[in-house]
């Protein structure tokens, strides 16, 4: 089993700019991609960024060019950098992974993972 743990959330203005962590602990050795996903109050949760383990990256077109994830593979840990940061951003925000090799199509689908952190808020003001 892999824990995930999220930090970096908080309140800030539009145009901000924040990073947020996930580290992962447990059986990291067979995790495939980690990925990064969002639910605002009353929506549905919704894919933002992925990444494997070759550091090939994908994003939703919406983040596209203002947000960034990489990987330090020696922490164990997922960054997802946030820039121009608006008030639909306005989320809490989860680390995901999987224990199972998923193609590339369902990389934006959150019921092909299994694992999950706690979330952190991010709340943009405008």
């Known amino acids: 089993q892999v824990q995930l743990v999220e930090s970096g959330g908080g309140s800030v203005q539009a145009g901000d700019s924040l990073r947020l962590s996930c580290a992962a602990s447990?059986?990291?050795?067979?995790?495939?991609?980690m990925a990064w996903f969002r639910q605002a109050p009353g929506k549905d949760r919704e894919f933002v960024a992925a990444?494997?383990?070759?550091?090939?990256?994908y994003y939703a077109d919406y983040v596209q060019g203002r947000f960034a994830i990489s990987r330090d593979t020696a922490k164990n840990t997922v960054y997802l950098r946030m820039n121009s940061l608006k008030p639909d951003d306005t989320a809490v925000y989860y680390c995901?992974?999987?224990?199972?090799?998923?193609?590339?199509?369902?990389?934006?689908?959150?019921?092909?993972?299994?694992?999950w952190g706690q979330g952190t808020q991010v709340t943009v003001a405008s």
């Open positions: 995901a992974t999987t224990s199972r090799p998923i193609p590339i199509t369902s990389f934006q689908s959150p019921e092909k993972y299994d694992s």
């Open positions: 990444i494997r383990w070759s550091a090939n990256e």
């Open positions: 447990g059986r990291t050795d067979t995790l495939y991609p």
